[in-house]
């Protein structure tokens, strides 16, 4: 891009911009929001408080919270031992997971569906 392209990118995104500035300029709920933080502010500094002091006293466990390495801790429930017995071998297989060798054995032979179906706890 040319450096005359640019420039008139960029005074065209500025003219926008200061439209939209203009146009905020004259809307209510800002000019109302600006209001309350000036008041807000001004009875901060009257009675010495910081917004910190005051989302502390409104909320004190706001800015408390654990890292997330210790919420993770601990948080998954154990897995359940399943036990599968085979109905034309009666072996059983107890597992917590479907990482088994003989349970992936008896899915790939017999399919998913029907080794699930000879789960018994």
């Given at each position: 891009m040319s450096k005359l392209a640019e420039f008139r990118q960029l005074e065209k995104h500025l003219a926008e911009q200061l439209a939209a500035l203009e146009t905020l300029k004259g809307d209510?709920?800002?000019?109302?929001?600006?209001?309350?933080?000036t008041k807000l502010r001004a009875l901060l500094?009257?009675?010495?408080?910081?917004?910190?002091?005051?989302?502390?006293?409104?909320?004190?466990?706001?800015?408390?919270?654990?890292?997330?390495?210790?919420?993770?801790?601990?948080?998954?429930?154990?897995?359940?031992v399943k036990i599968y017995k085979n109905p034309k071998t009666g072996e059983v297989v107890e597992t917590k997971g479907g990482n088994h060798k003989t349970l992936k054995e008896w899915k790939a032979e017999h399919g998913s569906d029907t080794v699930e179906s000879w789960l018994t706890k």
């Open positions: 209510a709920g800002l000019k109302q929001e600006i209001e309350f933080e500094a009257k009675y010495g408080y910081s917004l910190k002091d005051i989302v502390n006293l409104l909320d004190p466990h706001a800015g408390r919270k654990a890292p997330a390495a210790e919420q993770k801790s601990g948080s998954r429930k154990p897995r359940q």
